[in-house]
DNA sequence: CGCACGATTGACGGAGCTCAAGCCGCGTGG
DNA sequence: CCACGCGGCTTGAGCTCCGTCAATCGTGCG
């Protein structure tokens, strides 16, 4: 893992979409905060309840939220791609473990000085909230979920939410960048039934499974219309 | 349901915890902009998907946020209680109906007045970000109780909750305000299963059942092992 | 007092969990 | 280049917890 200083143009590593359409000028305080770093695959960038003194930008890569309890069990919150933003919050500890499922590079910014600027800033501040409230909305929807949807509906539910937010310009080819156990964790199943849903799927026509990190979309209207929410 | 202005001195209305130790100087601005609501039980305070034009304060009851989909299937989200905040997101709807549990009092401000009064105010500023916080940390707990633990330990979860955050100074006695169906929702169970794990509780000792409706903690660290997503 | 509705209990079936075996893709080494 | 082994994924068999359907209980209200 290293830190780097920023010593290049501002524009150049704020392509986020969370900095999209921001005036080099305004930017200019955020970079004169910010480091890059890089993690390699699996490791672990943010450990639960450790402190919040550091907000993530994602340039590239692919993280997992998750928490754990003491007696094993796991609960994936969800995932991060490119543009996303990891550590927004106002506590003092971070509520979840943060750990790269490829190598990742981000932009970070110390936690202190990343909320002061973006308060001076009505373009930043409305952002963050947006931002804020996203992360909920996403959070609520996986809550309808796990509490009312069977397995295969789950599974719909997650293949959705990564082919809308993937990098990348085709989302009916959707890349699988967790394993099945993370895919489990998340749905709240087991990676046995987390398999079944997926032949399931496979063999009502809805995806087609290339390999077990690829997966085709078929029949997106069906796989919206299974993952929706309302 | 009855909304009237407010001419009477500040602090009377401001007691919610959240408003707690700021100086009626600085409450003015709000109190300008606030009314006053009056919901009897079982009124829906809040469409789910109504545009996001209002934040409430609850000063009196209890109220219920759930989320429902076409097909009928609903997803009971939390409970407030006096002291909490409805309605802060920066998102143009809202993500949830509101359901008055109890006959409830409530302070009712424009959103953008009230967002634009927190904004010019550091204190309000750190205390809104925490309050949204919260929300989140509770979901995720939520979503860790609904992915990973049985009905039993769901229900001890939801005991654990109402215990600490419901108002009055016993939190061994605890008053279920809602019915069976609700906490069945809330807990993405049935009916049948609450009910259960309900007189699975009470056999073991953990709860003493008074009334469907009140319930005694006799054996709170068991409960709380139950209950804790940690 | 009797009705009505919500809560509880029982019997049964099924979705998903557990345990175990088999399969597949991939990297390593002969 | 192929044999081998390993780890992750899939499939199968049996069991368990929870959902479903139905009957009963209990409490509050007209």
């Not at 392509?15 to 999209?20: E, L, M, P």
């Not at 943010?46 to 993280?63: K, M, N």
């Not at 969800?78 to 490829?102: C, H, M, R």
């Not at 909305?137 to 509906?153: I, R, S, W």
């Amino acid at each position: 893992m290293l830190e780097t200083e920023i010593h290049r143009p501002v524009e150049t590593f704020f392509h986020s979409r969370f900095f999209r359409g921001i005036s080099a000028d305004e930017l200019q305080p955020l970079a004169n905060i910010c480091k890059r770093k890089q993690v390699p695959a699996g490791t672990c960038l943010v450990r639960q309840h450790s402190p919040a003194s550091q907000v993530y930008s994602v340039i590239s890569g692919a993280l997992m939220l998750e928490r754990s309890s003491r007696n094993g069990k796991r609960q994936v919150i969800g995932f991060s791609f490119p543009g996303d933003l990891i550590g927004i919050t106002s506590n003092q500890e971070f509520e979840y473990s943060v750990i790269a499922l490829k190598e990742s590079h981000l932009q970070v910014f110390p936690h202190r000085e990343f909320l002061d600027i973006i308060d001076n800033n009505s373009n930043f501040k409305s952002r963050v909230r947006v931002t804020g409230c996203n992360i909920l909305a996403h959070t609520l929807d996986q809550l309808f979920a796990l509490g009312q949807k069977k397995a295969h509906e789950r599974l719909c539910f997650l293949l959705q939410q990564i082919s809308l937010r993937q990098p990348g310009s085709n989302p009916d080819v959707i890349d699988l960048i967790m394993n099945r156990q993370d895919i489990a964790d998340y749905l709240g199943l087991t990676i046995e039934t987390v398999s079944r849903a997926f032949t399931k799927l496979k063999n009502s026509n809805i995806i087609h499974i290339e390999s077990a990190h690829k997966v085709r979309v078929i029949d997106r209207l069906i796989l919206e219309e299974l993952a929706s929410a309302h």
